[in-house]
């Protein structure tokens, strides 16, 4: 994701097994934020994983940089207050602090985990302070995971799409070529199987639980047809389609073509796994591409496209953090302004900062159609792997889900049981069905996307 992302969404939605309150009623945080406490209307507190770090990285400076000029030139400052992974991992940090009413004015946040803080009633709708051309400029459907009634609560700094790492030399090694790249789930195992020794595992999944371990399993769900709750009058969770993908896994992890436990910071540490030589492709995410780049500058890879189950249709998922303010702040107007300026500015300026975010400091596709094409004459997108993200892997794309906490851990534990627990694939997704449809019979929150 350029410089190597020290940190990743993926690391911070690993867990998430904390929940306050429930989202079957509105007040699913009490007692929030800034203002409730008197905080101070002229500076705001903005939290974030980014900086200033310790480390002062390039991710770091971007930040620090970004509020340093809004401050020169507003009267209302904004002051960083930097979190490290383990504090606001899966949003715990910032839960005890909405809780204590105490939340900050301004906070990143994740597909994910957006229904418990809007079905609590603390974030601000950005909407007032966004032209039609600003609206118009975030690329088709990326702000829709962020949108309730037609109010945007959220702006996306990036997208994150979900692909296929594979070892050049591991092909090679099992005597496969380019045109052995698996299409399907079952030439997918069947490469994976090839590829495997006893030095080596063939293919990686995310094995510890958590948001980004959903996140990661989610296209298999759609690509079959299925679904976490009913759609358009669908079956739920617990549907053949469902009971495919979950099996999927399960397969791949009994057939000992992957392993039961990913090495390093987990599925989403691509240079640990790939490019160590511990698995011949992994399941992850655009930001593999700077990691590699970081860390392996050497080592031959490729990408491609998840593999689609017989009669299913393509789908990826794409993820990527937002910049959010509080409603119960000190200033929520100041903090919307600022959040719109920060990530929706279409004046040159606004356009730099977001590619330099995207493709120099990390490796992302942008949010903006604006961006995206600064990025692409400046040959952002001329890596070859970059390339196949752009034009093979997010086309029919589809966002990270919001679902709330309830319906997110019924789902894990269903991956978990069948994947590593050896349940059969049918019950453990009935198992999960059964919490998901009790829970949805008395929630009241906003729909589940």
């Known amino acids: 994701m350029s410089a190597f992302a020290r940190v990743t969404r993926r690391s911070l939605l690993r867990g998430g097994t904390v929940m306050l309150g429930s989202a079957m009623a509105a007040p ?148 496969l070529s380019e045109g052995d790249l698996p299409k399907t789930w079952e030439q997918l195992l069947e490469v994976a199987g090839k590829l495997s020794s006893k030095d080596r595992f063939g293919l990686l999944f995310e094995t510890i639980p958590g948001y980004y371990q959903n996140f990661t399993w989610y296209p298999f769900m759609w690509m079959a047809g299925g679904s976490a709750v009913p759609e358009n009058g669908g079956p739920g969770f617990d549907s053949p389609a469902v009971h495919s993908a979950l099996k999927l896994w399960q397969d791949s992890v009994t057939g000992k073509m992957s392993p039961r436990k990913p090495q390093g910071d987990g599925g989403n540490d691509t ?104 990025a692409k004459s400046a040959g952002a997108f001329d890596d070859p792997a970059l390339k196949v993200f752009l034009e093979k892997v997010v086309p029919g794309s589809r966002g990270e889900p919001r679902y709330t906490p309830e319906v997110y851990k019924a789902v894990s534990d269903a991956i978990q049981a069948a994947q590593l627990g050896g349940a059969d694939p049918a019950k453990a997704a009935a198992d999960a069905a059964a919490k998901i449809d009790a829970f949805l019979k008395g929630y009241k929150g906003a729909a589940m996307l």
Not at 83 to 106: K, M, W
Not at 122 to 151: E, M, S, W, Y
Not at 334 to 360: K, P, S
């Open 28 to 175: 699913l945080l009490s007692a929030c934020g800034g203002g409730d406490q008197g905080g101070n209307p002229k500076e705001l507190t903005f939290w974030n994983f980014y900086g200033p770090n310790p480390q002062s990285d390039a991710q770091s400076k971007w930040f620090t940089d970004l509020v340093a000029t809004w401050n020169s030139n507003n009267d209302v400052k904004v002051k960083l207050h930097y979190l490290p992974v383990s504090e606001y991992l899966a949003g715990r940090a910032l839960q005890t602090a909405f809780s204590a009413g105490q939340g900050p004015d301004i906070f990143l946040l994740s597909p994910g985990d957006f229904l418990r803080y809007h079905n609590g009633g603390v974030l601000t709708d950005l909407t007032p302070h966004l032209k039609p051309d600003q609206i118009a400029d975030f690329a088709d459907g990326v702000l829709d995971t962020r949108t309730v009634d037609g109010k945007i609560y959220g702006l996306p700094m990036e997208r994150e799409p979900l692909a296929v790492f594979y070892s050049v030399d591991a092909f090679e090694q099992a005597k």
């Open 271 to 374: 240079p640990a796994n790939l490019g160590s030589g511990f698995v011949a492709m992994q399941q992850t995410g655009i930001w593999g591409v700077s990691q590699l780049a970081q860390n392996n500058k050497d080592f031959e890879y490729g990408v491609f496209p998840l593999p689609v189950p017989e009669g299913g249709t393509y789908t990826t998922s794409v993820g990527g953090w937002a910049f959010v303010a509080n409603a119960k702040g000190a200033n929520p107007e100041a903090a919307a302004r600022f959040i719109t300026w920060a990530l929706g500015a279409r004046d040159a300026e606004g356009i730099e900062r977001g590619r330099q975010w995207n493709t120099v400091v990390k490796t992302n596709l942008p949010a903006r159609t604006s961006v995206q094409e600064a």
